[in-house]
């Protein structure tokens, strides 16, 4: 071991001691982190699962409104069938039905929650950031009905943001109903927020990897397998009424050669600086919007105007638009259309968006980066006719890599194209092209499509998941020794005589073997002369053992409000072997800035 060994020294001033509690409370509030997988992850397991059967009823409600709002608007019939705005024939009408439905968003908006702005996955991530995973009841319904009307009015939209949403706030309510913890409600919160995205598309491992990548901010066994237990079962619902196909029809690949491999990767890499314009331009027209001089809630009505006159030039961009994705999967659509998917479904969207609407982000995304990616893909094959590109596999690259860039979610979106594809030799040109979209986006961009929003308010959202420093090191290898302890019959006289050159601020007081307090300086030298050490201990001790973590230590310090630990040895006898301090917490962090500091100058005279 480079550093860590016993020192002595060490000290710790002015540290708040927290008012008398019994003996153990420390111990018995604060659960080593080894223990991370219990009885109590077995319940919120099996509440994971309810909420996942919840979630995909409620998949299965919202999309069965989307398309009765969209009967309604565009054929003016009481209909369950799903045939999208597409088909319908309203003339010049068409451009009033979108403004119509954000009207009614705008006022739902208004007079019953403002939460349900937005494409639900940031408001989800804000509120395990912000708000312990409290999310309001009233959010339950709001965001599917107002979701529903918006996309069923023609919104270009997909469903899926909106569910994924409902399905978090299912998560949420049930933990506030319940007796659990903040961080176990964070747990149910992503498990109804990881059904929703299996029940809408059948894709499972990919909905736990966006619950890891956006929601969790942890990988830990605790929450992970609840999670995938939930992504599960809202998988298996969906099979019951949809059956077992993938999402999204696409024909059989080849594999492809090494050239046309470099070629998806690079094509990766341009879709990740178009991400990165995607996203600026979403939030610029945010911003424009917010200089309107006029109530946000007729916002979502003037968004929508422009979705009325793109939409009767260009029907397919009206609408989920689910039926897209498959046609540029199969190569069904010549130029003129992918480029029309390409512009104008995202001038529709972003612009619909930026108006603060309720709607999604993941289909847009998913539709304007494979048809880019097609569009691209047709280029090489005329350019470089040898590589052997697909313009097919090119639009599956494009639609993943679009969303790794914008979202930063690169696992979520490589396993994502695939499940719902189910075309294992797509897998490859997926991780290489999308690792490099989610490169140059970071590259270029600080914050994604789901973080920019929190951020702007202030919020630091993680991006990067760590193994806990603190956790690597044990308690006994950190604490100072030799233990400057006190005798219990011992007086303060003869103590501070003693303690006359020692620099410490907090002593443990030993009778016989048995550490029973810690006294702190400035209580012996406000105290008689005469009086015992013994009679000056305000609480019993609080304790850690040698073989305990750092984190652990440090989490018993919070709880407690108690900046000096005696550590105490392992066996049923544990005698005194040294003192934990909060500077020793601190000091424990300089074998990692050293290890990154010489790598840094390696790296520089490399």
């Not at 992970?224 to 999204?248: D, E, M, N, Q």
């Not at 190569?331 to 029309?340: D, F, I």
Request: glycine letters at 12%; one cysteine or more.
């Amino acid at each position: 071991m480079a550093e860590g060994p016993a020192r002595t020294g060490s000290t710790t001033e002015g540290l708040p001691v927290a008012p008398s509690m019994g003996p153990g409370l420390a111990q018995a509030h604060i659960a080593p982190h080894a223990a991370n997988v219990t009885r109590r992850t077995a319940y919120i397991c099996a509440l994971a699962v309810g909420v996942a059967v919840l979630a995909a009823g409620m998949a299965q409600v919202l999309q069965r409104l989307i398309a009765l709002v969209t009967n309604l608007a565009f054929r003016g019939t009481a209909s369950l069938e799903n045939l999208g705005p597409t088909t319908a024939h309203l003339g010049l009408w068409v451009i009033l039905v979108p403004p119509i439905g954000g009207v009614v968003v705008g006022l739902m908006a208004r007079y019953g929650s403002q939460a349900i702005r937005g494409h639900g996955i940031p408001e989800a991530m804000e509120q395990i950031l912000t708000n312990e995973s409290r999310i309001p009841v009233r959010m339950t319904f709001l965001k599917p009905l107002s979701a529903a009307v918006a996309i069923g009015t023609g919104g270009p939209f997909g469903s899926e943001g909106p569910i994924i949403a409902t399905g978090g706030a299912l998560g949420s309510v049930l933990g506030q109903m319940l007796p659990v913890t903040a961080a176990e409600r964070k747990t149910l919160l992503a498990a109804g927020a990881a059904a929703g995205m299996a029940a809408t598309f059948g894709s499972p491992v990919s909905a736990v990897l966006l619950a890891i990548e956006l929601l969790l901010f942890e990988y830990r066994p605790r929450s992970l397998i609840p999670v995938a237990l939930a992504a599960c079962t809202a998988t298996g619902v969906r099979f019951s009424y949809a059956g077992s196909a993938p999402a999204f029809h696409s024909v059989s690949f080849s594999e492809p050669s090494g050239g046309a491999l470099i070629l998806y990767v690079l094509l990766g890499a341009l879709v990740g600086v178009v991400s990165v314009g995607v996203t600026k331009a979403v939030y610029r027209i945010e911003d424009l919007f917010e200089r309107f001089p006029i109530h946000w809630m007729w916002w979502p009505a003037i968004g929508a105007l422009p979705v009325g006159i793109i939409g009767y030039f260009a029907p397919r961009t009206l609408g989920v638009g689910y039926d897209n994705i498959d046609a540029v999967l199969t190569g069904a659509l010549t130029v003129g259309p992918l480029l029309s998917l390409c512009v104008l479904k995202f001038a529709s969207w972003s612009i619909a968006l930026g108006s603060g609407t309720s709607g999604g982000t993941l289909a847009p995304l998913f539709t304007v980066g494979g048809a880019l990616g097609a569009l691209i893909g047709t280029a090489l094959t005329f350019i470089l006719p040898q590589a052997g590109v697909d313009p097919r596999l090119a639009a599956l690259v494009g639609m993943a890599a679009m969303f790794a860039g914008a979202s930063r979610a690169l696992l979520a979106s490589v396993v994502f194209a695939f499940e719902t594809t189910r075309q294992p030799l797509g897998l490859l040109p997926l991780l290489g092209g999308c690792s490099v979209a989610w490169l140059v986006s970071a590259a270029l961009m600080k914050h994604s499509i789901m973080t920019e929003r929190i951020a702007r308010r202030g919020r630091v959202v993680p991006a990067e998941y760590a193994a806990d420093w603190l956790a690597q090191w044990r308690a006994g290898e950190f604490s100072s020794r030799p233990v400057v302890t006190l005798g219990a019959a011992e007086t303060v006289g003869e103590a501070l005589r003693r303690l006359a050159s020692v620099a410490h601020q907090g002593f443990p007081v030993i009778d016989g073997k048995r550490v029973v307090g810690v006294v702190m300086r400035r209580t012996l030298v406000a105290a008689a002369p005469s009086r015992r050490v013994a009679e000056l201990i305000e609480r019993p001790p609080v304790t850690v053992r040698a073989s305990d973590t750092l984190r652990h230590a440090a989490d018993v310090m919070a709880h407690t409000g108690v900046g000096r630990l005696p550590v105490l040895a392992d066996g049923p006898a544990p005698a005194l072997v040294g003192m934990l301090t909060r500077s020793d917490l601190v000091g424990a962090h300089r074998p990692r800035l050293r290890a990154e500091r010489v790598a840094a100058r390696a790296l520089a005279r490399g």
